[in-house]
């Protein structure tokens, strides 16, 4: 079965600091991949996707992920960070044999310091 | 298009009372799924339906929870009867021929129950 981990409940960053947040998956065949955000009190919006085009895949608001095969990872990142960024983030997989359900990782809290 | 969307935001009920919660797709939209979010458990999918059909359940925690999606712009989840356990942030969302064929799933902005 599928499943995501999401290496950090909490990540910090200073305004203008790259953003970094860690998505390792596993998948007994070829995944779809997501990364969602979701602001307080919101629902979550999807940011980028990876389905098997380019390996680095390019969302809104400036941010990007690539895809390793050889890592099973796909981390998110921003190479500078804004104060407006900070929300939750979740890591998502689905696997293409059942395209249709998505499973999330725990997500992670990304505060942004002035 | 103004997007999915769930009523009421906001639910506060006592426990053993019927609590429905209700979702409204975007037109269009073929797949509509419910999560269920708690800081415990996370994002979980309950239920999802494809052309109004339920094709998993198996998320459902319980009898207590029923989902029904009657025509292709309605679809309601149904607690009875309801426990303080339940209470949580509850999401709809849809998509087109699942998650791939489109930008993923859209979300609605949930509604948060709270069982007292």
């Known amino acids: 079965a599928q499943s995501v981990t999401q290496l950090g409940s909490h990540v910090s960053v200073s305004e203008g600091a790259l953003v970094l947040l860690r998505c390792n998956y596993s998948s007994s065949v070829p995944p779809y991949l997501f990364w969602y955000v979701q602001y307080p009190n919101q629902g979550l919006q999807l940011l980028l996707k990876?389905?098997?085009?380019?390996?680095l895949v390019k969302g809104i608001n400036g941010f990007e992920a690539e895809f390793k095969k050889s890592e099973t990872s796909f981390h998110l990142t921003k190479p500078s960070a804004h104060m407006s960024d900070a929300a939750e983030y979740f890591c998502?997989?689905?696997?293409?044999?059942?395209?249709?359900?998505?499973?999330f990782g725990s997500g992670t809290r990304l505060s942004i310091r002035p | 298009d103004a997007g999915v969307i769930q009523s009421p935001r906001h639910e506060v009920t006592e426990m053993g009372q019927e609590v429905t919660l209700r979702c409204k797709p975007i037109?269009?939209?073929?797949?509509l799924f419910w999560y269920r979010q708690t800081m415990m458990r996370g994002l979980e999918l309950l239920i999802y339906f494809n052309n109004n059909v339920p094709i998993d359940d198996s998320g459902m925690p319980e009898d207590r929870f029923s989902a029904k999606m009657p025509n292709a712009s309605f679809s309601t989840l149904k607690i009875q009867p309801s426990e303080p356990r339940d209470s949580a942030v509850y999401f709809c969302?849809?998509?087109?021929?699942?998650?791939?064929?489109?930008?993923?799933?859209?979300f609605g902005s949930g509604t948060r129950l709270t069982v007292v």
């Open positions: 998502a997989v689905s696997e293409r044999s059942s395209a249709s359900k998505i499973i």
């Open positions: 990876y389905t098997s085009a380019a390996t």
């Open positions: 969302a849809s998509s087109i021929g699942g998650s791939y064929q489109s930008y993923g799933y859209t």
């Open positions: 037109s269009g939209h073929d797949y």
